[in-house]
């Protein structure tokens, strides 16, 4: 049973009477059935059908940063954002998926967010969102995580801030003076007020780059101590970013990482399943830091160019990419295909189209696949259709891992303050 939620979100703190996700220390934590929800609960079933499980919406291609690191720098403040309307058609001629995927741009720009989750949420039974934020709309995010908690409470929230360096360097990478201190304060307004939903996961995503790389592991001991994150994903930088040189890291470095950061991995595991029994806080563990382990190995070794993954890229058969203006893809690193407009809007034709199909086959799969990249989404997705991924290669990758395990490891100090009272640069320094 859930407790009712206050009739103004800003009038009281939320609390949760039963099925609360956070320990006696306030950590979050994981209920044993919401292992079994979204990520990290991957053993919920081992064979798929491959059909629609995720859904990725470029919901804006309005933005108010400025990442050095983005993908969709040519695509951004373009003034073609489909209407709400052209995207209700959409909800309303797709088949069910369990995962709604938001992207942008900022999608805490568009006025008609949380109505728009609201349709998959209705139509397409989605009960797992991804909605990233670079966390610079505080009154934005407050409202409408407030409302999709009242409005869709069986909804599983993972609200991903994003978060690349400490302080004036996260600054300079995403171009926004003060951004460091505005996606802390929203961190911790939205920890205050809704810490105790069970169905909100507040993480972060970090873009790892060379300019950050020394700080990354305090960044991570930071959100730690601050008890800010469920978890907190290390990812290197997707296809073609706007400055190439935030992609010049060496295989040591990227090794070298990895290792450092292992023992905050583990450290998010233990918080997370704390309240879980012996054998089975072992199992979701072991899953949880051998899923990391197995992603991110895979996009190291794609880092530096195409390597197979050894499974089958379910791109265009179980997920379907719509970007702000219309245009369709199989995944966001392959180029459009075909426009909603001339299908009107309808998602079952654009799956079924002869232009996806062909975009299938080009993919390829298993031994004839032609094209392997970093993406985490779609390593995440793929590797949910594959048993041999599930059931051996996981609890190996975790099984290797171990040799960077740090026995009795403890949150080193830092100072906090330093971190939080930097000198915010001004506008003309910071940025490309
Ligand atoms: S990566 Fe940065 S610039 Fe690009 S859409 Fe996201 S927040 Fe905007
Ligand atoms: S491997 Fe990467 S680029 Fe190729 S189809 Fe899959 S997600 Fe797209």
Known sequence: MRKEMPADPDSEKIKVSENKNTGGDGHTTVKDQ????????????????????????????????????CFYHDQLNSNQDMTFDEIRRMSE????????????????????????????????????????TNGLLTKRIDEGVGRLIKECPDLQIHLNFSLDGLGATHDTIRGVPGNFKKTIASMELIKKKYGDYPNLIQNVATVVTPEALDEIFDLGVYLLKKDLIATQFFEVVRGDPKDPATKNLTEEQLKALRKKVYPLLEEQANRLFKDFDGVKRKIAKTYFLGFVRFVNELQDANYFGPSPWGMTCTAGKTTIVIDHNGAFRACEVRPAIGRMQDFDFDINKA????????????????????????????????????????LFRIPWAQYKAKKDRIKDFVLPEIDVEAIEYYTVQKASSVGT
């Open 351 to 390: 799956l079924h189209s002869d232009v996806m199909k062909k975009e299938i086959e080009e993919i390829g799969g298993g031994h004839k696949a032609n094209c392997w990249c970093t993406h985490g989404c779609w390593l995440m997705s793929s590797l949910k259709f594959s048993p041999r991924a599930l």
């Open 93 to 132: 001629t797709s088949p069910r998926f369990d995962k709604l995927w938001m992207s942008g741009g900022e999608p805490f720009l568009r006025d008609d967010l949380v109505d728009i989750i609201k349709l998959f949420y209705d139509n397409n039974h989605a009960r797992v969102i991804n909605l990233p």
């Open 34 to 69: 919401d292992i079994h929800k979204g990520e990290p609960g991957l053993l919920h079933k081992l064979v798929r059908k491959k059909q629609l499980e995720g859904f990725f919406l470029f919901v804006t291609s309005r933005c108010n940063s400025n990442c050095k690191t």
